[in-house]
T-cell receptor, first 113, second 116 residues
């Protein structure tokens, strides 16, 4: 079945360091979405990428969609304690249609002062 | 906009009892809502798709008689965990899309269920 893997599983950084999480799908995706889940909270939508090779920025966050539309990355420049949480990528389900998403395994980010 | 409200936020129940969780879209109509389950430090696993006015569709391995879903209106879906057991303890989250196909999901705050 469709699998969406993320690496690393965990990342501890010092505040001010950069952080990157990588997302790889076993199937080609029509789009990729990124969500952030704070500890004890629920996932919150960050961004959606649709085009092959697309790059989008949100302040210190840079999102990239691979040329083959099977991988994606999220890069955070100069992390802050507010960046703490788990970052999930998600892609549309290959079967079943609708807005069903397959979520990646997630990368948990911890930022230390 | 696109707010999803979920209630209760947490619940503790005894084995054998049933628990109902409500999911409401507050400022939009949702013909489809999704119910996810999340174990500690793990990803979100889709349990079922709740369809307004029709039967829910369940993912493989999810018991439909154990996890009853009702989507009686365009703004309300409920998940009832019947005859709960300790292994049902988990974080249950509903979500809905306010837009078209492939539009982002908006999640409720989640319900942390503990079965003793």
């Amino acid at each position: 079945g469709q699998q969406v893997m993320q690496i690393p599983q965990y990342q501890h950084v010092q505040e001010g360091e950069d952080f990157t999480t990588y997302c790889n799908s076993s199937t080609t995706l029509s789009n990729i979405q990124w969500y952030k889940q704070r500890p004890g909270g629920h996932p919150v939508f960050l961004i959606q990428l649709v085009k092959s090779g697309e790059v989008k920025k949100q302040k210190r966050l840079t999102f990239q969609f691979g040329e083959a539309k099977k991988n994606s990355s999220l890069h955070i420049t100069a992390t802050q304690t507010t960046d703490v949480g788990t970052y999930f990528c998600a892609g549309p389900r290959v079967t079943g249609g609708g807005n069903k998403l397959t979520f990646g395994t997630g990368t948990q980010l911890k930022v230390e002062l | 906009g696109a707010v999803v409200s979920q209630h209760p936020s947490w619940v503790i129940c005894k084995s054998g009892t049933s628990v109902k969780i409500e999911c409401r879209s507050l400022d939009f109509q949702a013909t489809t809502m999704f119910w996810y389950r999340q174990f500690p430090k793990q990803s979100l696993m889709l349990m079922a798709t709740s369809n307004e006015g029709s039967k829910a569709t369940y993912e493989q391995g999810v018991e439909k008689d154990k996890f009853l879903i009702n989507h009686a209106s365009l703004t309300l879906s409920t998940l009832t965990v019947t005859s709960a057991h300790p292994e049902d303890s988990s974080f249950y989250i509903c979500s809905a899309s306010a837009g078209e196909y492939n539009s982002p999901l908006h999640f409720g705050n989640g319900t942390r269920l503990t079965v003793t």
